[in-house]
């Protein structure tokens, strides 16, 4: 009987593991992004970063002032400023400056990039979800350290262990799901999936604020960490005890081995070339909000609280955006090839750019409104890329690809945000992020559509070769797979092997139709 209810619910398995996946990145990225808002907690408290002239916690608005905090550069002019003897600025550390700069990015991308090529090679030869276990738990215990922590390098030593365990979800998660889910349904499953970014980030932005602000305990920001690293211990635990590892789907695989694959030659296809470029910059001006954004709107508009505001516009809207972006991706595909997969990644993003200007340029009811129409187009971006790149390299190498394309992606994506302070410094903070963030998003646009002409159009139906399944070949057709990218002979498996093991006869296979994922 337990059996036979077993099967009953065994519908219920994949969306579950999608779950389970999805949440436990949620946990991980909430952890990575959390110093971007407690950042000015966690300064005062550690001594690090860029001390300016604030407005204090009185109950003046801004347009109330004589002038504004951030006017003033000396200290004792800073703590001059009043309203009847009310002093309204303060001379305290903001958060901001080169060592936050690289606490929030390099710290963390440096093990992080290095770590995803590691853990996406061992991918395709190891129990995907025996490491997913033991990543989850190491980023999840190094999490909860970073309550704990007594100096600014106890914080950067953290942050590089909680990199090395995150490293693993993405190539990890996204070969278990290639393997278990449809094709028809891939850009949607991978964009749920990769919304854990911005579930994470978003809900940093209550939590940062409002956990640190109740003080529990007295132990301000520090419950941020210690909550949501008990969050990701549940997820490890789960991840360890109810997930299996799946059938991992062939590749035009025969009974004797593996089809013969070049990594090299994988990598250096023009169109994943592209690909991992046009990523990298639009990753780069999503990672210039995620870093900036709370300490942004809290320097120009501090008596205005905007962390539900953010949260609303990062949870709701993105996700709204996300789920479109899937479903579009994969209704488009199925008629009009990889290409439109490409080409809705440009179209999202040239609609979400002059927005993205917007949430920076106006004041905040309107910043808000542009920053959720961007929002709504921008993060249609993430899952398409990967299900692109799952579509377009063969399943030899799929996990390190990915490996390596992230790496890639965070390096240039994760990096160019240092250079905000700087550019700061000379032109405003506000100039800054407007350039790293909307210009990058413009930028990458370009790119976008460049590549697009490099991917595969639609294929017209053919006739069935010798002894393939016309029923799968048409199938294979209409929903727009392309994995063709190799035409030498010895990237095929040998002739006339025989159908062991489920593998089909074959007299002349087109790589198109040998390396079905």
């Not at 408290?45 to 916690?57: F, I």
Request: aromatic share 12%.
């Amino acid at each position: 009987m337990q059996s036979s209810m077993m099967e009953k619910l065994g519908f219920l398995y994949k969306p579950y593991v999608l779950a389970v996946l999805t949440i436990g990145y949620i946990a991980g990225e909430l952890g990575h992004y959390l110093i971007g808002v407690t950042s000015k907690a966690t300064a005062i408290e550690l001594d690090y970063g860029d001390q300016a002239c604030q407005q204090n916690h009185t109950d003046f608005l801004r347009h109330e002032l004589p002038a504004q905090c951030a006017e003033f550069i000396i200290e004792h002019e800073c703590h001059q400023q009043h309203i009847n003897g009310t002093v309204y600025c303060e001379w305290n550390y903001n958060g901001l400056g080169l060592e936050y700069q690289l606490l929030a990015g390099p710290s963390f991308i440096a093990v992080f990039t290095v770590m995803g090529v590691v853990l996406g090679v061992a991918a395709d030869r190891y129990n995907r979800v025996r490491m997913l276990f033991v990543c989850t738990l190491v980023f999840a215990v190094a999490i909860l350290l970073q309550g704990t922590v007594k100096e600014y390098w106890h914080l950067i030593l953290l942050r590089m262990v909680m990199a090395a365990g995150e490293a693993g979800c993405n190539p990890l998660a996204t070969g278990i799901m290639s393997d278990i889910f449809p094709e028809s349904k891939r850009a949607l499953v991978m964009a749920i999936f990769n919304w854990g970014i911005y579930g994470g980030y978003g809900i940093a932005f209550p939590v940062g604020r409002y956990i640190t602000k109740l003080d529990i305990g007295g132990l301000g920001w520090r419950v941020c960490y210690y909550g949501t690293g008990v969050l990701a211990l549940i997820m490890a635990v789960l991840t360890g005890t109810t997930l299996r590892e799946p059938q991992r789907q062939s590749i035009g695989e025969d009974a004797a081995g593996k089809v013969k694959v070049n990594l090299w030659k994988v990598l250096m296809q023009p169109r994943v070339l592209l690909l991992m470029f046009a990523a990298s910059i639009r990753h780069s001006g999503g990672m210039t909000f995620a870093y900036n954004a709370d300490l942004y709107y809290n320097i120009y508009f501090p008596d205005v609280d905007l962390g539900w505001w953010l949260f609303a516009v990062t949870i709701g809207i993105g996700s709204i955006g996300v789920v479109v972006g899937g479903i579009v991706s994969d209704k488009f595909v199925a008629k009009m090839g990889i290409r439109s997969r490409v080409a809705c990644l440009a179209v999202s993003q040239l609609l979400a750019t002059p927005f993205a200007f917007g949430s920076v340029y106006y004041e905040p009811l309107w910043a808000m409104i542009t920053l959720g129409i961007s929002y709504f187009f921008a993060e249609m971006w993430f899952g398409i890329v990967f299900a692109v790149l799952v579509e377009i390299v063969p399943l030899q190498v799929r996990s390190t690809t990915i490996g390596v394309f992230l790496f890639v992606m965070n390096n240039i994506g994760g990096n160019l945000p240092i250079l905000v302070d700087p550019l700061a410094k000379a032109i405003g903070y506000r100039g800054s992020v407007m350039f790293f963030y909307a210009g990058f998003y413009g930028i990458s646009t370009v790119l976008f559509f460049i590549t697009m002409f490099f991917m595969d159009g639609p294929k017209p139906a053919a006739a069935p070769t010798i002894g393939h399944d016309p029923t799968a070949h048409a199938n294979h057709v209409e929903m727009g797979h392309e994995n063709n990218t190799f035409q030498p002979d010895d990237y095929l498996p040998p002739p006339h092997t025989n159908g062991v093991n489920g593998h089909r006869n074959i007299v002349s296979v087109r790589p198109s139709e040998s390396s079905r994922l």
